[in-house]
């Protein structure tokens, strides 16, 4: 018997495993001119939300995300609170009622979530 005959025979569980694994290509998208609605901060130890440790979920008006319409929701983007100049561009736009624009990528998003995270922020 040949001793490689029974890794064959998973050959493809293995092959069509990984196929599943690789994620699907991500697009970045944009919008401009968004109005920060409010601002919801989250520490590093909330165990009701653990998805939302150590982001800051920013609530904006209301807009698509770029065509063709993506997986984000239209009305809020997550940051990491580790990126702290982006935090501080958006609490000083915030602060002058000035518009942003914001950059997210629809791979991004935390599992369970429909919230993509935001990977730059523009002041206007």
Same mark, same amino acid.
């Given at each position: 018997?040949?001793?490689?005959?029974? #890794?064959?025979?998973?050959?493809?569980?293995?092959? #069509?495993?990984?196929? #599943?694994?690789?994620?699907?290509?991500?697009? !970045?998208?944009?919008?401009?001119?968004?109005?920060?609605?409010?601002?919801?901060?989250?520490?590093?130890?909330?165990?009701?939300?653990?998805?939302?440790?150590?982001?800051?979920?920013?609530?904006?008006?209301?807009? !698509?995300?770029?065509?063709?319409?993506?997986?984000?929701?239209?009305?809020?983007?997550?940051?990491?609170?580790?990126?702290?100049?982006?935090?501080?561009?958006?609490?000083?736009?915030?602060?002058?009622?000035?518009?942003?624009?914001?950059?997210?990528?629809?791979?991004?998003?935390?599992?369970?979530?429909?919230?993509?995270?935001?990977?730059?922020?523009?002041?206007?």
């Amino acid at each position: 018997m040949n001793p490689t005959a029974p #890794l064959r025979a998973f050959a493809p569980i293995f092959l #069509l495993s990984a196929m #599943l694994a690789v994620p699907a290509a991500a697009t !970045e998208r944009n919008r401009e001119n968004v109005t920060i609605v409010s601002v919801h901060p989250t520490t590093g130890n909330r165990p009701a939300a653990r998805q939302m440790q150590n982001f800051t979920r920013v609530y904006i008006n209301a807009g !698509e995300w770029g065509s063709p319409a993506g997986v984000c929701r239209n009305t809020a983007f997550d940051v990491d609170n580790s990126e702290k100049m982006t935090l501080s561009v958006i609490l000083m736009a915030q602060s002058e009622g000035k518009p942003i624009t914001v950059y997210v990528d629809d791979g991004l998003r935390e599992p369970g979530e429909d919230v993509c995270i935001a990977t730059a922020v523009l002041k206007q």
